[in-house]
């Protein structure tokens, strides 16, 4: 890794997990009422996900919305990844995203992006979405920020160079006839659905 780049695993878990006031109003404590979880409850029922591989969420954080896919799919078919395990599930791995060896990321036919945020550690966030969108299968789904994110990473780039056809969230619920009156328009519109062709 570049000397430039200082990670603090300790820095790090005291901010997400022992700091949550500091994260801002929006994210509900990561129950029911933040914006992942309330999406999730939407798309699940639509999305046409394939069979051959397992269901992921990149930041479990409290493990609401993980256990919305759980509740769904069955917990052997998940698999979550975070600086702490907080809940103890056998489902979640443990550790800094970019020190996870890559035998233990499987291959995915969905997951969803939401490590930290890419104004505090862009790299990791990054480094989930070009990692991790390289082991979805044919047909799987990958959700994240797009690319009007704060470090310009250029997602929708990427995401094509991969052979994802993408479009934003607020889209999709369009396309979908998916009600979206409570939700803010602006998360919809800064999140990319990616389709691997």
């Known amino acids: 890794m570049n000397s ?3 990670f603090n695993p300790k820095n790090e878990v005291d901010y997400w997990f022992n700091n949550i006031e500091n994260h801002g109003e929006d994210v509900y404590s990561y129950g029911p009422k933040y914006y992942v979880a309330a999406i999730l409850e939407r798309i699940l029922p639509v999305l046409k996900i394939p069979n051959s591989g397992k269901i992921c969420m990149l930041g479990t954080h409290k493990c609401y919305s993980f256990s919305l896919l759980e509740n769904f799919f069955g917990e052997k078919n998940c698999i979550g990844y975070d600086l702490l395990n907080i809940t103890k599930r056998s489902n979640i791995i443990e550790g800094s995203i970019i020190e996870i060896e890559k035998k233990f990321i499987p291959p995915l036919s969905f997951c969803w992006n939401d490590l930290g945020n890419y104004s505090r550690n862009p790299y990791e966030k990054m480094f989930g979405q070009i990692v991790f969108s390289n082991r979805i299968v044919k047909g799987g ?3 994240g920020r797009d690319g009007s994110n ?3 990473f250029p997602v929708e780039t990427l995401m094509d160079e991969l052979s994802f056809e993408s479009t934003n969230l607020l ?3 369009i ?3 998916i009600d979206y009156s409570d939700l803010d328009e602006s998360i919809l519109k800064s999140h990319l659905i990616s389709i691997k062709k």
Do not use: E, G, H, L
């Open 175 to 177: 396309d979908k006839s």
């Open 4 to 6: 430039f780049y200082k």
């Open 171 to 173: 889209n999709y619920f």
């Open 150 to 152: 704060r470090a310009r």
């Open 141 to 143: 789904f990958f959700i």
